[in-house]
Protein backbone atom coordinates (compact mmCIF):
# COMPACT_ATOMS: atom_id res chain seq x y z
CA UNK A 1 0.00 0.00 0.00
CA UNK A 2 1.21 3.74 -0.96
CA UNK A 3 -0.93 6.63 0.14
CA UNK A 4 0.51 9.82 -0.94
CA UNK A 5 -0.78 13.72 0.31
CA UNK A 6 -0.38 16.69 -1.56
CA UNK A 7 -1.00 20.03 -0.11
CA UNK A 8 -3.76 22.32 -1.01
CA UNK A 9 -2.95 26.20 -1.63
CA UNK A 10 -3.56 29.70 -0.98
CA UNK A 11 -1.98 32.68 -3.65
CA UNK A 12 -0.80 35.77 -1.35
CA UNK A 13 -0.42 37.87 -4.32
CA UNK A 14 0.20 38.00 -8.51
CA UNK A 15 -2.56 35.44 -8.84
CA UNK A 16 -3.14 34.83 -13.05
CA UNK A 17 0.29 35.73 -13.86
CA UNK A 18 1.12 31.96 -14.13
CA UNK A 19 -0.80 31.16 -17.34
CA UNK A 20 1.36 30.37 -20.44
CA UNK A 21 -0.63 33.03 -22.50
CA UNK A 22 1.15 35.57 -19.96
CA UNK A 23 4.34 35.11 -18.64
CA UNK A 24 6.03 33.54 -21.82
CA UNK A 25 5.11 37.16 -23.51
CA UNK A 26 6.23 39.46 -20.39
CA UNK A 27 7.46 36.94 -17.45
CA UNK A 28 4.97 36.32 -14.28
CA UNK A 29 5.54 36.36 -10.45
CA UNK A 30 3.39 34.98 -7.75
CA UNK A 31 3.91 34.46 -3.89
CA UNK A 32 1.48 31.09 -2.95
CA UNK A 33 1.26 29.19 0.41
CA UNK A 34 0.95 25.23 0.19
CA UNK A 35 -1.52 25.03 3.16
CA UNK A 36 -2.37 21.96 5.91
CA UNK A 37 -5.59 20.96 3.40
CA UNK A 38 -4.69 17.94 1.46
CA UNK A 39 -5.42 15.55 -1.43
CA UNK A 40 -4.88 12.01 -0.96
CA UNK A 41 -3.83 9.08 -3.35
CA UNK A 42 -3.73 5.33 -2.64
CA UNK A 43 -2.44 2.71 -4.63
CA UNK A 44 -2.16 -1.15 -4.03
CA UNK A 45 -1.33 -3.97 -5.96
CA UNK A 46 -4.36 -6.86 -6.57
CA UNK A 47 -4.31 -9.73 -8.27
CA UNK A 48 -6.33 -9.13 -10.96
CA UNK A 49 -5.23 -7.73 -14.42
CA UNK A 50 -7.45 -4.87 -14.64
CA UNK A 51 -7.00 -1.51 -13.62
CA UNK A 52 -9.43 0.21 -10.98
CA UNK A 53 -9.47 3.47 -10.68
CA UNK A 54 -11.74 5.16 -7.61
CA UNK A 55 -12.93 9.00 -7.82
CA UNK A 56 -16.24 10.75 -7.73
CA UNK A 57 -17.01 7.66 -10.20
CA UNK A 58 -15.54 3.89 -10.40
CA UNK A 59 -13.71 3.21 -13.43
CA UNK A 60 -12.27 -0.64 -14.30
CA UNK A 61 -10.66 -1.41 -17.53
CA UNK A 62 -7.96 -3.32 -19.08
CA UNK A 63 -5.35 -0.58 -19.90
CA UNK A 64 -4.87 3.05 -18.86
CA UNK A 65 -5.58 4.27 -21.99
CA UNK A 66 -9.09 3.46 -21.85
CA UNK A 67 -9.80 5.46 -18.72
CA UNK A 68 -12.40 8.55 -18.98
CA UNK A 69 -10.34 10.47 -16.33
CA UNK A 70 -8.18 12.42 -17.99
CA UNK A 71 -5.67 13.42 -15.65
CA UNK A 72 -5.18 9.68 -14.85
CA UNK A 73 -5.25 8.40 -18.32
CA UNK A 74 -2.28 10.88 -19.76
CA UNK A 75 -0.13 10.45 -16.09
CA UNK A 76 -0.12 6.44 -17.25
CA UNK A 77 0.49 7.69 -20.58
CA UNK A 78 3.28 10.14 -19.68
CA UNK A 79 5.21 7.09 -17.29
CA UNK A 80 4.68 4.46 -19.91
CA UNK A 81 2.57 2.78 -17.51
CA UNK A 82 -0.95 0.29 -18.34
CA UNK A 83 -1.79 0.36 -14.75
CA UNK A 84 -2.44 -3.43 -14.76
CA UNK A 85 -3.07 -5.26 -11.43
CA UNK A 86 -3.21 -1.91 -9.65
CA UNK A 87 -6.37 -0.02 -7.58
CA UNK A 88 -5.78 3.76 -7.30
CA UNK A 89 -8.14 5.88 -4.92
CA UNK A 90 -8.32 9.31 -4.55
CA UNK A 91 -9.48 11.61 -1.18
CA UNK A 92 -9.87 14.88 -0.56
CA UNK A 93 -9.92 17.99 2.53
CA UNK A 94 -11.76 20.31 0.71
CA UNK A 95 -14.28 19.86 -2.33
CA UNK A 96 -12.82 20.22 -5.89
CA UNK A 97 -13.98 23.24 -7.65
CA UNK A 98 -13.08 25.42 -4.78
CA UNK A 99 -10.14 27.76 -5.26
CA UNK A 100 -7.71 25.89 -3.61
CA UNK A 101 -5.65 24.05 -6.64
CA UNK A 102 -6.63 20.75 -6.32
CA UNK A 103 -6.50 19.77 -9.11
CA UNK A 104 -2.85 20.54 -9.49
CA UNK A 105 -2.38 18.77 -5.91
CA UNK A 106 -4.03 15.53 -7.21
CA UNK A 107 -1.85 15.55 -10.02
CA UNK A 108 1.24 15.61 -8.22
CA UNK A 109 0.11 13.16 -5.50
CA UNK A 110 -0.93 10.63 -8.25
CA UNK A 111 2.39 11.12 -10.07
CA UNK A 112 4.26 10.92 -6.58
CA UNK A 113 2.37 8.00 -6.21
CA UNK A 114 3.27 5.94 -9.54
CA UNK A 115 7.01 6.78 -9.64
CA UNK A 116 6.97 5.37 -5.53
CA UNK A 117 5.07 2.17 -7.17
CA UNK A 118 7.96 2.35 -9.49
CA UNK A 119 10.70 2.91 -6.84
CA UNK A 120 12.14 5.92 -8.63
CA UNK A 121 12.97 9.22 -6.94
CA UNK A 122 11.76 12.38 -8.30
CA UNK A 123 12.94 15.80 -7.32
CA UNK A 124 9.97 18.50 -6.78
CA UNK A 125 11.03 20.73 -9.38
CA UNK A 126 10.65 17.48 -12.12
CA UNK A 127 7.30 16.80 -10.14
CA UNK A 128 5.90 20.07 -10.69
CA UNK A 129 7.23 19.77 -14.32
CA UNK A 130 5.57 16.51 -15.17
CA UNK A 131 2.27 17.70 -13.48
CA UNK A 132 2.35 20.75 -15.96
CA UNK A 133 2.59 18.68 -18.95
CA UNK A 134 -0.18 16.59 -17.53
CA UNK A 135 -2.49 18.73 -17.22
CA UNK A 136 -1.73 21.95 -19.65
CA UNK A 137 -0.01 20.28 -22.95
CA UNK A 138 -1.43 17.03 -22.59
CA UNK A 139 -4.88 17.35 -21.05
CA UNK A 140 -5.02 20.71 -22.22
CA UNK A 141 -6.60 22.75 -19.41
CA UNK A 142 -5.85 26.53 -19.66
CA UNK A 143 -4.43 26.80 -15.99
CA UNK A 144 -0.85 28.24 -14.78
CA UNK A 145 2.02 26.68 -12.98
CA UNK A 146 1.47 27.72 -9.90
CA UNK A 147 -0.89 25.04 -7.99
CA UNK A 148 1.84 22.37 -9.64
CA UNK A 149 4.79 24.13 -7.79
CA UNK A 150 3.29 24.68 -4.76
CA UNK A 151 2.08 21.08 -3.91
CA UNK A 152 5.19 19.97 -5.25
CA UNK A 153 7.65 22.30 -3.27
CA UNK A 154 4.90 22.70 -0.29
CA UNK A 155 5.75 26.32 1.87
CA UNK A 156 5.25 30.10 1.87
CA UNK A 157 7.12 30.74 -1.69
CA UNK A 158 7.85 33.20 -4.26
CA UNK A 159 7.66 32.04 -7.76
CA UNK A 160 9.45 33.58 -10.70
CA UNK A 161 7.68 31.80 -13.87
CA UNK A 162 10.18 33.31 -17.14
CA UNK A 163 9.62 33.69 -20.83
CA UNK A 164 11.07 30.50 -21.93
CA UNK A 165 9.04 28.31 -19.39
CA UNK A 166 11.69 28.01 -16.49
CA UNK A 167 10.56 28.28 -13.27
CA UNK A 168 12.50 30.26 -10.45
CA UNK A 169 11.45 29.77 -6.81
CA UNK A 170 12.52 30.76 -3.08
CA UNK A 171 10.69 30.89 0.05
CA UNK A 172 9.24 34.31 1.23
CA UNK A 173 12.38 35.65 3.03
CA UNK A 174 10.42 36.84 5.91
CA UNK A 175 11.15 36.39 10.02
CA UNK A 176 9.54 33.82 11.95
CA UNK A 177 7.14 36.10 13.46
CA UNK A 178 5.67 37.65 10.65
CA UNK A 179 5.43 33.92 9.23
CA UNK A 180 3.08 33.76 12.21
CA UNK A 181 1.43 36.04 12.75
CA UNK A 182 0.50 36.23 8.91
CA UNK A 183 -0.45 32.58 9.24
CA UNK A 184 -2.48 33.60 12.75
CA UNK A 185 -4.60 36.74 11.21
CA UNK A 186 -5.12 35.12 7.15
CA UNK A 187 -9.28 33.71 7.30
CA UNK A 188 -11.02 31.74 4.77
CA UNK A 189 -14.41 31.35 4.07
CA UNK A 190 -16.13 28.91 2.33
CA UNK A 191 -19.09 30.95 -0.18
CA UNK A 192 -20.83 27.58 -0.45
CA UNK A 193 -20.38 27.54 -4.39
CA UNK A 194 -18.19 25.15 -6.17
CA UNK A 195 -17.20 26.50 -9.87
CA UNK A 196 -14.80 25.05 -12.96
CA UNK A 197 -12.53 27.42 -13.06
CA UNK A 198 -11.88 26.31 -16.75
CA UNK A 199 -13.95 28.62 -18.91
CA UNK A 200 -13.10 31.79 -17.00
CA UNK A 201 -9.45 30.73 -17.12
CA UNK A 202 -10.03 30.34 -21.33
CA UNK A 203 -11.14 33.54 -21.25
CA UNK A 204 -8.01 35.24 -19.71
CA UNK A 205 -6.16 32.75 -21.86
CA UNK A 206 -7.71 33.76 -25.55
CA UNK A 207 -7.96 37.63 -24.79
CA UNK A 208 -3.78 37.42 -23.81
CA UNK A 209 -3.09 35.41 -27.18
CA UNK A 210 -5.18 38.42 -29.08
CA UNK A 211 -2.74 40.75 -27.18
CA UNK A 212 -5.94 42.08 -25.51
CA UNK A 213 -4.44 45.51 -24.46
CA UNK A 214 -7.10 45.38 -21.17
CA UNK A 215 -5.98 41.76 -20.28
CA UNK A 216 -2.78 42.22 -20.58
CA UNK A 217 -3.01 45.98 -18.24
CA UNK A 218 -4.93 44.26 -15.75
CA UNK A 219 -2.15 41.09 -15.56
CA UNK A 220 0.52 43.79 -15.35
CA UNK A 221 -0.78 45.43 -12.68
CA UNK A 222 -1.69 42.52 -11.07
CA UNK A 223 2.02 41.17 -11.07
CA UNK A 224 3.52 44.95 -9.78
CA UNK A 225 0.77 44.11 -7.00
CA UNK A 226 2.46 40.57 -5.98
CA UNK A 227 6.06 42.24 -6.76
CA UNK A 228 4.92 45.43 -3.75
CA UNK A 229 2.99 42.20 -1.35
CA UNK A 230 6.45 40.88 -1.28
CA UNK A 231 8.34 44.15 -0.59
CA UNK A 232 5.25 44.39 2.67
CA UNK A 233 5.96 41.06 3.54
CA UNK A 234 9.67 41.23 3.71
CA UNK A 235 9.40 44.05 5.76
CA UNK A 236 7.20 42.53 7.90
CA UNK A 237 4.15 45.41 6.98
CA UNK A 238 1.04 43.08 7.01
CA UNK A 239 -1.30 46.06 6.76
CA UNK A 240 0.25 47.17 3.67
CA UNK A 241 0.14 43.71 2.65
CA UNK A 242 -3.88 43.15 3.47
CA UNK A 243 -4.24 46.34 1.58
CA UNK A 244 -2.59 45.19 -1.52
CA UNK A 245 -4.67 42.51 -0.90
CA UNK A 246 -7.61 44.72 -1.53
CA UNK A 247 -6.33 46.46 -4.82
CA UNK A 248 -5.64 43.12 -6.09
CA UNK A 249 -9.22 42.12 -5.78
CA UNK A 250 -10.37 45.13 -6.87
CA UNK A 251 -8.51 44.56 -10.19
CA UNK A 252 -9.14 40.56 -10.11
CA UNK A 253 -13.25 41.52 -10.26
CA UNK A 254 -11.95 43.87 -13.50
CA UNK A 255 -10.83 40.94 -16.02
CA UNK A 256 -13.90 39.09 -16.05
CA UNK A 257 -17.75 39.45 -15.85
CA UNK A 258 -18.09 36.36 -14.20
CA UNK A 259 -15.05 36.60 -11.61
CA UNK A 260 -17.70 37.86 -9.01
CA UNK A 261 -21.73 37.98 -8.00
CA UNK A 262 -23.61 40.30 -6.15
CA UNK A 263 -23.61 37.74 -3.20
CA UNK A 264 -19.90 37.79 -3.41
CA UNK A 265 -19.47 40.99 -3.40
CA UNK A 266 -21.76 41.41 -0.30
CA UNK A 267 -20.26 38.78 1.83
CA UNK A 268 -16.94 40.70 1.02
CA UNK A 269 -17.97 44.42 2.30
CA UNK A 270 -19.77 42.37 5.29
CA UNK A 271 -15.80 41.40 6.08
CA UNK A 272 -14.42 44.70 5.64
CA UNK A 273 -16.94 45.99 8.14
CA UNK A 274 -15.98 43.54 10.43
CA UNK A 275 -12.37 44.12 11.00
CA UNK A 276 -10.88 43.02 7.96
CA UNK A 277 -8.27 45.14 6.65
CA UNK A 278 -8.19 43.40 2.63
CA UNK A 279 -9.03 40.49 1.19
CA UNK A 280 -10.02 38.72 -1.58
CA UNK A 281 -11.59 35.77 -3.55
CA UNK A 282 -9.36 32.77 -4.15
CA UNK A 283 -8.76 31.08 -7.26
CA UNK A 284 -9.95 32.25 -10.95
CA UNK A 285 -12.91 33.09 -9.65
CA UNK A 286 -17.12 32.73 -9.43
CA UNK A 287 -17.02 31.02 -6.16
CA UNK A 288 -14.86 28.88 -3.94
CA UNK A 289 -13.35 30.80 -0.91
CA UNK A 290 -13.17 34.09 0.59
CA UNK A 291 -9.46 35.07 2.17
CA UNK A 292 -9.02 38.14 4.29
CA UNK A 293 -6.56 39.39 6.52
CA UNK A 294 -7.73 40.52 9.73
CA UNK A 295 -6.39 41.87 13.54
CA UNK A 296 -9.73 41.27 15.06
CA UNK A 297 -9.97 37.40 14.28
CA UNK A 298 -13.75 37.22 16.76
CA UNK A 299 -15.41 39.67 15.03
CA UNK A 300 -14.58 38.88 11.32
CA UNK A 301 -15.16 35.58 12.55
CA UNK A 302 -18.88 36.35 14.06
CA UNK A 303 -19.91 38.41 11.06
CA UNK A 304 -19.08 35.64 8.42
CA UNK A 305 -20.51 32.78 10.60
CA UNK A 306 -23.98 35.33 10.83
CA UNK A 307 -23.90 35.39 6.69
CA UNK A 308 -23.65 31.66 6.75
CA UNK A 309 -20.25 31.07 5.74
CA UNK A 310 -18.13 28.57 7.23
CA UNK A 311 -14.67 29.10 8.06
CA UNK A 312 -12.11 26.36 7.29
CA UNK A 313 -8.74 26.73 9.43
CA UNK A 314 -6.01 25.87 8.12
CA UNK A 315 -1.89 26.56 9.12
CA UNK A 316 0.83 26.52 6.42
CA UNK A 317 2.45 23.12 4.86
CA UNK A 318 6.10 23.42 4.36
CA UNK A 319 6.23 19.55 2.84
CA UNK A 320 4.67 19.85 -0.17
CA UNK A 321 3.81 16.00 -1.72
CA UNK A 322 5.54 13.39 -0.20
CA UNK A 323 4.81 9.36 0.10
CA UNK A 324 3.32 9.00 3.98
CA UNK A 325 3.02 5.35 3.91
CA UNK A 326 5.01 2.80 1.73
Known sequence: MIITRSPLRITLGGGGTDLPSYYRRRGGFLIAAAIDRYVYITLHQTFVDDLIVKYSKLERVRHARDLQHPIVREAFALLDMDGSHLEIASMADIPAGTGLGSSGSFTTALLRTLHAHRRDTISPGDLAEQACTVEIDRVGEPIGKQDQYIAAFGGVTCFHFNEDDTVDREPLPVSLE????????????????????GTILQDQKDRTL???TAILRNLDEVKEI??????????????GFAQLMHEHWERKRRRSNGMSSAEIDAWYNLAMDNGALG???????????LMFYTEDRTRLRHAMRGAGLEEVRFRFDFEGTKVIVQ
Open 178 to 197: VLHNLEDNLLIFFTGYSRSA
Open 226 to 239: GKESHAALKTGDLR
Open 279 to 289: GKLIGAGGGGF
Open 210 to 212: RDD
